[in-house]
């Protein structure tokens, strides 16, 4: 069944008092770095004198990555294991990593050590503490064959939500508010936590990185992405732009049909009155013009209705987490 496939389970659940940073580790047949990273973590952690936890989240490894992590438990008690029984991607591993987290602070790093944690973790914190309530790292020295696709996919991020980031698909620390504050998040979509973030009023900040060439194993990530990410991108720039008033968009193409529509039909009669001819093909556009432009409006109002009880569910959850909270 499709739900215990999809089941997941944690492994040492620690029951101390919260930490100061949580550090997330997605991990997918990463065994040839894992004992590494979680020692480098260990150490980034001790430098800094702060209380933290690392969770690592193996999200359906099939060459011994999960029972590895679980294994380390035992040398590293602040270490915490969340596997899933088959890959469900980054964004639902960063989906049950954030659930977990209790730290203050959640940092998200990978695996694979093209981050290292002992210089990073610290860079990102520094960063934090300026005021920010995300840090994006911005890798340098980066030379793997996907510079060409980022950095498209970067300029596009930038010009559409106005973020100001280098790097949008790298390391990231977070505060608490801001992972609470997220929506929930759908496949794919950890691309995009900066620009959820931006969007809801946090302030979003970037720290030069170094880069490290992958150790073992390979990326899971091809170039067979783009078009996804491309499509992705668009989905979650009209969710942040309309999401909240979608008349603005159907409305808006609606009425540019409509006027288009009203425009060919001018030229036409003054065609007809002028000359006594006819364009039938210019005719047949113009009335379909004006059906989608009729159609288009129709869907923004139904838009709104959604919207408007969505709005209404929202409000009741809230009223209801408040009564929770008074009565315990």
């Known amino acids: 069944?499709?739900?215990?496939?999809q089941a997941s389970t944690a492994v040492g659940i620690s029951q101390r008092p919260a930490p100061y940073v949580s550090v997330l580790i997605p991990a997918r047949n990463e065994i040839a770095t894992i004992d590494l990273v979680v020692a480098k973590v260990d150490r980034a952690l001790q430098e800094l004198d702060v209380s933290g936890e690392l969770i690592v989240i193996d999200d359906g490894s099939t060459d011994g990555t999960g029972e590895?992590?679980?294994?380390?438990?035992?040398?590293?008690p602040f270490l915490q294991v969340i596997r899933h029984r088959r890959g469900l991607g980054l964004t639902a591993a960063?989906?049950?990593?954030?659930?977990?987290?209790?730290?203050?602070?959640?940092?998200?790093l990978p695996a694979d050590l093209e981050?290292?944690?002992?210089?990073?973790?610290?860079?990102?914190?520094?960063?934090?503490?300026?005021?920010?309530?995300?840090?994006?790292?911005?890798?340098?020295?980066?030379?793997?064959?996907?510079?060409v696709a980022s950095a498209i996919y970067n300029w596009t991020c930038r010009r559409l939500f106005g973020v100001q980031a280098h790097d949008m698909n790298w390391i990231k620390a977070f505060r608490r508010e801001v992972i609470e504050?997220?929506?929930?998040?759908?496949?794919?979509?950890?691309?995009?936590?900066?620009?959820?973030?931006?969007?809801?009023g946090f302030?979003?900040?970037?720290?030069?990185?170094?880069?490290?060439?992958?150790?073992?194993g390979k990326s899971k990530f091809g170039i067979g992405r783009i078009p996804i990410s491309l499509l992705d991108l668009l989905v979650v720039w009209f969710l942040l732009t309309f999401?909240?008033?979608?008349?603005?968009?159907?409305?808006?193409?609606?009425?540019?049909?409509?006027?288009?529509?009203?425009?060919?039909?001018?030229?036409?009669?003054?065609?007809?009155?002028?000359?006594?001819?006819?364009?039938?093909?210019?005719?047949?556009?113009?009335?379909?013009?004006?059906?989608?432009?009729?159609?288009?409006?129709l869907i923004g109002f139904v838009a709104e209705l959604i919207v408007s009880q969505e709005e209404r569910i929202v409000r009741l959850e809230e009223m209801l987490k408040q009564q929770q909270r008074s009565d315990s």
């Open 1 to 5: 069944m499709q739900q215990v496939a």
């Open 68 to 76: 590895r992590a679980q294994a380390l438990q035992a040398r590293y």
């Open 94 to 108: 960063l989906r049950a990593g954030f659930e977990a987290a209790r730290g203050e602070i959640v940092v998200f």
């Open 115 to 147: 981050s290292d944690p002992e210089t990073d973790i610290p860079l990102l914190l520094r960063k934090l503490e300026e005021g920010y309530d995300v840090v994006a790292g911005w890798r340098q020295g980066r030379r793997d064959r996907k510079v």
């Open 181 to 200: 504050a997220l929506p929930p998040l759908r496949s794919d979509w950890h691309r995009f936590l900066l620009m959820i973030a931006a969007h809801q």
């Open 203 to 216: 302030r979003v900040g970037e720290v030069p990185t170094p880069y490290h060439p992958r150790r073992a």
């Open 243 to 297: 999401s909240r008033a979608p008349m603005r968009f159907f409305g808006g193409l609606g009425l540019a049909a409509l006027t288009a529509s009203g425009l060919i039909f001018t030229y036409l009669a003054y065609l007809w009155f002028a000359f006594e001819t006819q364009k039938r093909p210019i005719f047949w556009l113009a009335g379909g013009l004006a059906i989608a432009g009729l159609l288009l409006i």
